[in-house]
């Protein structure tokens, strides 16, 4: 029964170390709805370089995470655009809305999302 436990206890830390050390994402806009998202990466280097190249020529890295999730809000009627991250998914969306509105959106809507191991 020991034994078993310690396996038990041995995966569950081999588990959370394999989630820890890719966790890493980042979302990427460029001009007008382009957009690009990485996830589950090693570091916040490779998860930028994945979400510009998902994105496209002319893109720019807006926000990156450890942990947690991101998220990009846009204006339906202008150029304003808000990115954030959070804790989850919500906070995440609840703060880009935020920021989009407060550089003048008034119709802002969640363009991407993405979080640790989406």
């Known amino acids: 029964m020991t034994h078993t436990l310690a396996r038990i206890a041995i995966a569950a830390l081999l588990i959370g170390t394999h989630h820890a050390a890719e966790a890493a994402g980042a979302i990427a806009k460029g001009d007008g709805t382009r957009t690009g998202y990485a996830h589950s990466h090693a570091n916040t280097a490779a998860a930028s370089a994945r979400a510009l190249q998902e994105c496209g020529p002319g893109c720019k890295v807006l926000v990156t995470f450890d942990t947690g999730c991101a998220a990009l ?3 339906k009627n202008s150029t304003a ?3 954030a991250r959070g ?3 919500a906070a995440a969306e609840n703060y880009a809305l935020g920021f989009c509105r407060k550089f003048g959106g008034t119709n802002c809507y969640i363009r991407t999302w993405t979080c640790t191991n989406r």
């Open 81 to 83: 655009h808000g990115a």
């Open 73 to 75: 809000s846009m204006d």
């Open 87 to 89: 804790a989850n998914r």
